[in-house]
């Protein structure tokens, strides 16, 4: 079904204002007529015939918008007033949706990428990471990142680690779980040179907080924390000493 412009300004142009109502829905008719025969207004025979107006009538009727500068005459017939330029051909409408849809649900969709992210190896290999943008269940990470950042063995690219990590660290146990891990192993990587201890970014993509602590020369291993009842007096002694560092607000 063919559709056309209706501006809404239409209401305050005087010259349709001072048409009758019998003229201005005509008027209307021979817009949508314009429109269906995608130019000019058909001949006053077949006007007559699709409004169901004795042709006699839409001759008047015609003249009347003629007078009112409603209608002009061009080359090639009658056209209703500056028809070209407010009824202007469109783009396909269906292409366009279609077009917007996929350019929102792209929008949705659209992986964030983390720039280069270095790895543990002794050639420092790149890696690139891809991944969905994390957001913690609650508003707390933010603050027991503060807490973790100082203790981690290689405090490099911190804004690559928080991003990374925050897709694990998604609830008050979990950060706490994951903040033991990282102390039971923070001896045995701290053992390593510098650039063999893995940056934070690839600790967390690799979820290498599920890894055993590793053994010293000695034969002893750091005993991480029992379960979640040790790791969360261990995360309400990191909040408590958040709050002397920060504030009672922060």
């Not at 913690?136 to 973790?148: N, R, S, T």
Request: glycine share 6%; hydrophobic share 30%; net charge positive.
């Amino acid at each position: 079904m063919r559709w056309l412009r209706l501006y809404t300004d239409v209401y305050r142009n005087p010259k349709v204002g001072r048409l009758t109502d019998k003229q201005f829905r005509f008027w209307i008719s021979c817009l949508c007529l314009c429109s269906e025969n995608g130019g000019p207004l058909p001949d006053d025979r077949d006007i007559a015939y699709h409004l169901r107006v004795e042709p006699s009538k839409v001759a008047v009727l015609v003249g009347s918008l003629r007078d009112a500068r409603l209608i002009d005459e061009g080359p090639s017939g009658f056209f209703p007033h500056n028809w070209r330029d407010r009824q202007f051909a469109s783009d396909d409408v269906n292409q366009r949706v279609k077009k917007h849809r996929e350019a929102k649900r792209n929008v949705t969709e659209t992986l964030q990428f983390e720039n280069v992210t270095p790895s543990d190896t002794d050639t420092d290999t790149e890696q690139k990471q891809i991944h969905k943008e994390p957001v913690p269940a609650d508003g707390g990470y933010d603050v027991w990142f503060e807490i973790f950042w100082p203790d981690y063995w290689r405090r490099t690219a911190k804004a690559a680690g928080k991003k990374a990590l925050a897709k694990h660290a998604t609830s008050e146990e979990k950060r706490a779980l994951i903040r033991a891990a990282m102390l039971a192993q923070k001896p045995g990587y701290e053992r390593r040179d510098t650039e063999k201890r893995p940056y934070l970014s690839t600790w967390a993509n690799q979820e290498r907080f599920k890894d055993e602590p590793e053994l010293f020369e000695y034969g002893s291993r750091p005993a991480p924390p029992a379960g979640p009842t040790e790791a969360m007096k261990l995360a309400e002694k990191d909040f408590q000493e958040y709050r002397k560092k920060f504030g009672e607000t922060a």
